[in-house]
């Protein structure tokens, strides 16, 4: 099939140039002010926490707030178990911003040792895993393996190691207590059966079909918008190629190499981890958004700091200064 323009080469090109202005924007955000990006996304959560509950109740307590013309999936159901989309369209759009939330704050927990972050990461957490979507879970996941990894390596305490387990065993325990007899059929169709089902089939399709475009192009890629694939890896190789997605793996790499215990980096590094792996099971164009721009943004500036040995202190809250002279 011949390669030819199309609107998405226009629109994703603009989506992608105004990704990158924002890093830069919030870069300098938080080289000045990383305090602001802390409260934003505490805002972010708490937002969103009041958000979801009021859709809980009734839907249309929330539907003023939906402006878009696309339909929205709220009645979506697995296993008789309606799926928390908030204000997003789909569930598993709304794992994809809730569960990098959450983990921006149990990352701040783990640096600051505040009992507020840990509650509300928990609490939004939550929200990502009763959407019911293969995203939520995928990102949840990598999260409690990546909290795992990071206690060990830091030799954290046992206190962080505890609060992990007790998580995990925790949600396992009410879930098997609740929903004992959906509980097999919501794991099943979730992660067992997703491959096969509809939403699963058309998925691998559309990762095969970008895989494809990238041997076809002699790994040059498309072009920006030019083709629509699934996983944050094929949309790149599909798109942008091999040198471009080498480029985004630098920015990636430059954003995640200095681990620290400043409690705003530390929390954006869980987020970003997290968000990676959502992102990676459902991502379909190559533009990376709003949040993806604000923490990748967000660790930079501070890691040029870090690396100057300008930080004021390691356990930084993330709610003052970072550096001096910022």
Same mark, same amino acid.
């Not at 109740?57 to 696309?70: G, M, R």
């Not at 293969?134 to 190691?161: M, N």
């Not at 590094?269 to 943004?297: R, Y």
């Given at each position: ?24 924007? %919030? ?19 708490? #937002? ?12 249309? $307590?929330?539907?003023?707030?939906? #402006? ?29 911003? #809730? ?23 928990? =609490? ?17 996941? =990598?999260?409690? &393996?990546?909290?795992? !990894? ?30 004992? &007899? ?9 992660? %067992? ?6 939403? &699963? ?12 475009? %990238? ?17 944050? !890896? ?28 400043? =409690? ?10 997290? $968000? ?23 660790? $930079? ?15 930084? #809250? ?9």
């Amino acid at each position: 099939v011949p390669l030819k323009f199309s609107s998405g080469n226009i629109s994703q090109t603009i989506y992608l140039c105004l990704a990158m202005g924002y890093v830069m924007l %919030f870069a300098t955000v938080a080289s000045r002010q990383p305090g602001a990006i802390h409260r934003l996304l505490i805002i972010a959560a708490i #937002t969103n926490l009041v958000v979801s509950i009021a859709s809980i109740v009734s839907h249309e $307590l929330i539907a003023p707030f939906q #402006t878009a013309d696309y339909r929205v999936f709220e009645d979506a159901q697995i296993s008789r178990l309606i799926r928390l989309t908030g204000t997003f369209p789909e569930a598993s759009m709304y794992a994809e911003f #809730t569960a990098p939330i959450g983990a921006y704050l149990v990352g701040h927990y783990f640096a600051s040792g505040r009992a507020l972050s840990l509650g509300l990461g928990l =609490a939004t957490l939550a929200l990502a895993i009763l959407s019911l979507s293969s995203t939520g879970i995928i990102a949840v996941s =990598a999260l409690a &393996g990546f909290s795992l !990894l990071y206690a060990i390596w830091r030799k954290s305490g046992a206190s962080r190691i505890f609060v992990i387990s007790f998580i995990s065993v925790s949600a396992a325990a009410a879930l098997v207590i609740v929903i004992p &007899g959906t509980l097999n059929e919501v794991i099943n169709t979730l992660i %067992f059966e997703k491959l096969t089902s509809q939403s &699963g089939l058309e998925r691998s399709e559309w990762a095969e079909r970008g895989f494809q475009v %990238f041997i076809d192009t002699y790994f040059l890629g498309a072009g920006t918008g030019s083709v629509r694939s699934n996983g944050l !890896l094929f949309v790149l190789l599909a798109n942008l190629g091999l040198i471009g997605t080498l480029l985004v793996g630098a920015l990636l790499w430059r954003a995640l190499r200095r681990p620290s215990e400043n =409690a705003m980096l530390l929390g954006a590094a869980f987020a970003l981890v997290t $968000l990676l792996a959502a992102k990676m099971a459902s991502q379909t164009t190559v533009a990376p958004g709003l949040l993806f721009a604000m923490l990748a943004g967000a660790r $930079l500036p501070v890691q040029r700091k870090i690396a100057r040995g300008e930080t004021r202190s390691p356990r930084n #809250t993330g709610n003052g200064p970072v550096a001096n002279g910022a």
